[in-house]
């Protein structure tokens, strides 16, 4: 029961730690903790693929704003997010 408690995570040490790989490189123990919670949990397995879809959308972002081409956000869309925001 001790060896299934050590490669199990909760969701919240599965989130930090998927958070954390975006940064550095996990221990392989972290490593291996992690793809085996998301290979049965759902939410995690989401959670990892939004924060993959919102790191690489910001690195193209601040990517296109060093290169000289400075987007802006519509007020439409400022205030849509604004409303979504406030729902949550």
């Known amino acids: 029961m001790k060896f299934i408690n050590n490669l199990l995570h909760n969701c919240e040490e599965t989130s930090l730690n998927i958070v954390k790989s975006e940064e550095t490189s996990l221990s392989v123990s972290e490593?291996?903790?992690?793809?085996?919670?998301?290979?049965?949990?759902?939410?995690?397995?989401?959670?990892?693929?939004?924060?993959?879809?919102?790191?690489?959308?910001?690195?193209?972002?601040?990517?296109?704003?060093?290169?000289?081409?400075?987007?802006?956000a519509s007020d439409a869309l400022k205030n849509k997010i604004k409303e979504n925001l406030q729902k949550m």
Do not use: P
């Open 31 to 72: 490593w291996l903790k992690v793809k085996f919670h998301i290979a049965f949990c759902k939410c995690c397995r989401n959670f990892g693929k939004q924060t993959k879809a919102m790191d690489k959308a910001l690195q193209y972002h601040f990517h296109e704003n060093i290169s000289g081409k400075e987007t802006k």
